[in-house]
């Protein structure tokens, strides 16, 4: 491999924007990353300051981070399943917010059907995605693969190509991988060929624009969705190094979404980025045990 592709979810706060998402990624030794063009939890957003998206792409060219390997993420609130006008008309901004960004990707949660049935909740999804997607659009909806917690949509590939497949502009589609959510839909990670396969299969070939890199803390088909640091969960370190190095996942971009660091074990708040030590584990290929512990005396 001749240049690994790794980084993590940092933030885009308003003082600094995306400049601020660059130094947090240099910080911790990636040369990729994702953010929220605002917080993840809510639609709150700021217009975005042509300034500092100067100064980030000066930074970017500066340390080699291509621009074609940074994604955003779409907040979680936001149904498309629900059939709401807020959901469209908030995707709709984020769109204009990317090429303002000069960004091509969107990851996107393909939805919850809630009290629905789920026919009538991908019936939604495909209205929402036909309203908001325009035919000249320089961005890629990226429709991440899910967990299956509660009520969501897109725990299989065939769900995922059951959407794409009604879109008027499927071409404006890509997917996005999140190892979690894989191992709790059901996939066996330990077999990751067999995976791809069934992708290039089912959705067609370079259709994979982003991959989550994520321990989990359940089992396989847990339907859990929660997030653990690699090498601390289910899957296990080595499976996702094979991942991570996997010769067809070479041009994407592999983002680190684990769990913030708590003060102490008895601690349930999460203060501490573990970003940069894991990225070290994974250019380095070697599990530390102490990961938690050397997080914690380095922030501390
Ligand atoms: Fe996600
Ligand atoms: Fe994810
Ligand atoms: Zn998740």
Redesign the pocket.
């Known amino acids: 491999m001749k240049n690994l592709l790794i980084g993590s979810h940092v933030s885009f706060q308003k003082e600094k924007q995306l400049l601020g998402s660059v130094e947090e990624t240099l910080s911790y030794g990636g040369n990729c990353f994702m953010i929220y063009t605002g917080a993840p939890q809510n639609t709150a957003r700021q217009p975005i300051n042509q300034d500092l998206t100067k100064q980030a792409y000066q930074l970017m060219k500066k340390t080699n981070i291509d621009p074609n390997h940074v994604v955003v993420h779409a907040p979680y609130i936001v149904n498309l399943a629900n059939g709401s006008d807020f959901a469209v008309n908030f995707l709709k901004q984020e769109v204009t917010r990317l090429e303002e960004l000069g960004l091509k990707y969107l990851v996107l949660h393909p939805g919850s059907y809630v009290k629905l049935t789920k026919e009538e909740g991908i019936n939604n999804i495909v209205k929402g995605l036909n309203k908001i997607i325009t035919k000249d659009q320089k961005t890629f909806i990226c429709l991440e693969i899910m ?1 299956g917690k509660g009520t969501e949509i897109g725990t299989s590939f065939l769900e995922l190509k059951q959407i794409i497949d009604k879109l008027q502009y499927p071409e404006k589609i890509k997917i996005c991988l ?1 190892t ?2 894989l191992n709790d839909a059901g996939y066996d990670i330990a077999n990751f060929d067999l995976i791809i396969e069934e992708i290039e299969n089912v959705i067609g070939e370079n259709m994979i624009a982003c991959i ?1 890199i ?1 321990d989990s803390k359940n089992e396989q088909g847990s339907h859990k ?1 929660r ?1 653990e640091n690699l090498g601390f969960g289910n899957l296990g370190f080595d499976n996702l190094i094979n991942i991570i190095y996997h010769s067809k996942l070479e041009s994407v971009p592999k983002i680190l ?1 684990t769990p913030y660091v708590s003060l102490n074990e008895e601690s349930k708040k999460r203060l501490y980025p573990p970003y940069k030590f894991e990225i070290k584990m994974i250019k380095t290929k070697q599990f530390d045990p102490n990961l938690l512990k050397k997080i914690r005396q380095y922030y501390h």
């Open positions: 967990a999140d979690c959510h989550h994520n969705d997030h979404e």
